[in-house]
Nanobody, 119 residues
């Protein structure tokens, strides 16, 4: 099992920055990818970004490219999402996710952290 605990959400104004953190624990040696999804009210969950745990290769949704940066600290078993130039449409619950080796889906999810961007 892998446990994921997010922190760093909050209420900010448009144009502000925010950094989300996600601490992983448990069988972290089995993790291949860590990332973030988000879900806005009344909408489906959508992929935001992920990073490979060993090589640090990143991938972003088009909505995140150029504004968000995902990074990881292997020593701390933590992944970060730096969000700059936030927009009201970024308002959502952000979920930390993990994918373990030999799986094709994100099989571990955190409890989520609310990000609200006011105009």
């Amino acid at each position: 099992q892998v446990q994921l605990v997010e922190s760093g959400g909050g209420l900010v104004q448009a144009g502000d920055s925010l950094r989300l953190s996600c601490a992983a624990s448990g069988r972290t040696g089995s993790v291949s990818h860590l990332g973030w999804f988000r879900q806005a009210s009344g909408k489906e969950r959508e992929f935001v970004a992920h990073v490979t745990w060993s090589g640090g290769t990143t991938s972003y949704a088009d909505s995140a490219k150029g504004r968000f940066t995902i990074s990881r600290d292997n020593a701390k078993n933590t992944v970060y999402l730096q969000m700059n130039s936030l927009k009201p449409e970024d308002t959502a619950v952000y979920y930390c996710v993990a994918k373990t080796i030999f799986t094709s889906v994100y099989n571990y999810w955190g409890q989520g952290t609310q990000v609200t961007v006011s105009s």
